[in-house]
């Protein structure tokens, strides 16, 4: 028998074939997209329309819907595997050996590129829209499969007995402990100094101030509603986020995440934007942080007491602070060094840089003050805006300030002295 004759012969299992690859990759592209989203997603999707709603309520349950995946792709591999099987021992009774090596490999790679690598990869670009497409017929499989879900429960929870046998979580954990599970956990030491800055980071935390980590109101682009892409003027805004603000103010009161958007409209941003929070100028970082997690907010608006808007921060922002080495507002906003050594004993510092990095910087305590930027130290000390050439003394320090751009960005040349902490005014020029 010819080649040609075997292959209409064997057309009906063919055709099998593909329509389980097409069932895999549905399955396989449904997983990806449902457990891409995020917690913002979820929210838009329960308040939308019916296919939205199934979408968000499969995600209840994420142990019911990833045992329903699993199975069903499960059964069609096997299924499939076993026709491709069956196609190439039919194959090979024809005398037809490298055309049954042929349809083996190209079977295994349709599997692996067109159910699973493609589908996935689709899901994870638009995983919104797939969510909601999907969640109809996957519903319908999830649920054919409730009456055998106790199984499915109990053997995980065997399985977790087996491996990870008596484990009880702990209803807090000391400092100590903290530190010890990190030396057990490697013995690199590049790696375990990494770890401990990290957490000494992360409980710093609770420490700083909120407007110490904030990106000014001179820092961010904010724009009123409604927004068009062309205001962006094709560039990216620095902190990675679109403001919007309220329609009768320029207060703050939405953000739009442009790096997690795969495409953007050309008119009406704001439909894209998420509410931001509203945190005092005095709460700590650690109970900003906190908030942002519970309520699921990624930017957070920094108010005065007069309920102002005087800056924002993002969850980026504080991640930066608490996996960098050497975390620097100025870094992040300016891409310049807040501390350089220019000479002995010289240092040109921006106007930006935290009194706790410079004391950190230079292993000192510093006076008492209100201020918790160079910039507001030098306003404190002058009592009026800093201008180019202006010298005052603080603590240990000699500053004088080089450089005064707008809106009170300054650059510092830092010179330390040998005189005692205090507190004094501005050197007396001619």
Not at 45 to 51: E, Q
Not at 61 to 70: C, F, G, K, N
């Amino acid at each position: 028998m010819s080649t040609a004759q075997c292959l209409v012969e064997l057309s009906p299992w063919l055709v099998a074939m593909v329509l389980l690859v097409c069932c895999s990759a549905f399955f396989s592209c449904s997983e990806a997209a449902l457990f891409y989203l995020r917690r913002q997603d979820r929210r838009r999707l329960r308040s939308g329309n019916p296919a939205q709603r199934i979408a968000a309520s499969l995600l209840d349950d994420p142990d019911r819907l990833l045992s329903a995946v699993v199975f069903w792709n499960l059964l069609i591999n096997i299924v499939y595997f076993a026709i491709s099987a069956m196609v190439s021992i039919r194959l090979q009774s024809e005398n037809l050996r490298t055309e049954a090596g042929v349809a083996a490999v190209v079977s295994l790679l349709v599997i692996i590129f067109l159910s699973e690598m493609l589908p996935k990869a689709v899901a994870v670009s638009q995983s919104r829209m797939i969510a909601a497409t999907v969640s109809i017929p996957l519903a319908a499989s999830v649920r054919i499969l409730d009456p055998l879900m106790p199984v499915f429960r109990f053997a995980n929870l065997i399985s977790r007995r087996l491996f990870l046998p008596g484990f009880q979580a702990e209803a807090s954990l000391e400092l100590g402990d903290l530190e010890r599970a990190i030396e057990l956990s490697t013995s690199d030491v590049k790696l375990l100094e990494q770890e401990r800055t990290v957490l000494h980071n992360i409980v710093t935390l609770s420490d700083i101030r909120i407007d110490e980590l904030m990106r000014p109101r001179t820092q961010f682009l904010s724009f009123p509603p409604p927004v068009s892409l062309s205001d962006l003027e094709g560039k990216m805004t620095p902190s990675g986020y679109l403001l919007v603000t309220e329609e009768d103010s320029e207060e703050v009161a939405a953000a739009i995440p442009l790096r997690h958007l795969s495409e953007l409209p050309e008119t009406h941003l704001e439909h894209n934007a998420e509410p931001v929070i509203y945190v005092p100028w005095c709460a700590s970082a650690a109970e900003v942080l906190d908030q942002m997690r519970r309520l699921d907010r990624e930017v957070a608006a920094i108010v005065n007491e007069y309920g102002e808007t005087i800056g924002i921060v993002t969850y980026d922002d504080i991640l930066d602070t608490i996996f960098g080495r050497l975390p620097s507002r100025s870094a992040r906003l300016f891409q310049v060094s807040s501390i350089a050594e220019v000479e002995s004993d010289v240092w040109h510092v921006t106007g930006m840089t935290s009194l706790r990095r410079l004391a950190r910087h230079f292993q000192l305590d510093l006076p008492p003050t209100k201020s918790v930027t160079v910039a507001g130290v030098i306003q404190e000390v002058l009592q009026r805006m800093p201008a180019r050439g202006d010298v005052c003394h603080w603590g240990p320090f000699r500053l004088e300030v080089i450089d005064s751009a707008d809106r009170g960005q300054l650059t510092v040349r830092l010179t330390q002295t040998r005189q005692e902490l205090h507190l004094s005014g501005p050197e007396s020029t001619p």
